[in-house]
């Protein structure tokens, strides 16, 4: 049974750091591309961040560059999400997935978990 636990969104001011995890059970973590979604209010689901397999390629969307950083450890089979510089427009539910494609496609979600940037 494929389960994820997100954890260490919240409220948090313009500028501040948070950092996301999403600890993954159920399925082979280390094979799968991992990656972050977010939801904001009003708006499509869009993708943050990718990791590879290995962690060895990382993608960001162009919003996030620079400010925001993917990382996993897949000893701990968890996904990792460090956010600086935060943002009123980061506000959104954070998702993380798990994809691996062959021959057949799996993809999973997390439950997602809220972040807040507010004064």
């Known amino acids: 049974q494929v389960q994820f636990v997100e954890s260490g969104g919240g409220l948090v001011q313009p500028g501040g750091s948070l950092r996301l995890s999403c600890a993954a059970s159920?399925?082979?973590?280390?094979?799968?591309?991992m990656s972050w979604y977010r939801q904001g209010p009003g708006k499509e689901r869009e993708l943050v961040a990718t990791i590879s397999s290995g962690g060895n390629r990382r993608n960001y969307a162009d919003s996030v560059k620079g400010r925001f950083t993917i990382s996993r450890d897949n000893a701990k089979n968890t996904v990792y999400l460090q956010m600086n510089s935060l943002k009123p427009e980061d506000t959104a539910v954070y998702y993380c997935n798990a994809r691996f494609q062959q021959s057949t496609s799996y993809d999973y979600w997390g439950q997602g978990t809220q972040v807040t940037v507010s004064s």
């Open positions: 159920g399925f082979t973590f280390s094979i799968y591309t």
